[in-house]
């Protein structure tokens, strides 16, 4: 969820949430309509403001793998996963189906 949708939803007034994460009314604003980034030092505060609702990925998913390289450990799903690879169908089926053989079959 994006910052803006989550204080819509909420119904967080903009000021209160400014004043809870020590920012300015103004640059809340900015960073709300896009005019600027979320500043990186501000990402931990306003995902543990909004209860994990708005994420520091999706506050900055164009470098947070760079900036925060813990959590692609933890969220190996979310924006800037390694693409499926052109065998990606074997690494969901077991073997023994995918070739057509029982492996736990004696011989």
Not at 1 to 8: E, G, H, T
Not at 46 to 63: F, W
């Amino acid at each position: 969820m994006n910052l803006k949708n989550y204080l819509i939803e909420s119904g967080t007034k903009k000021a209160e949430f400014a004043r809870a994460i020590n920012v300015s009314p103004a640059l809340l604003h900015q960073w709300i309509e896009n005019i600027r980034p979320v500043a990186i030092q501000h990402c931990p505060a306003i995902e543990g403001e909004t209860g994990g609702k708005v994420t520091r990925q999706e506050l900055r998913p164009d470098d947070w793998q760079k900036i925060w390289p813990e959590l692609v450990a933890v969220d190996p799903g979310h924006a800037g996963r390694q693409p499926p690879t052109a065998n990606a169908i074997f690494d969901t089926v077991p073997l023994r189906a995918a070739v057509g053989i029982d492996v736990g079959a004696k011989p």
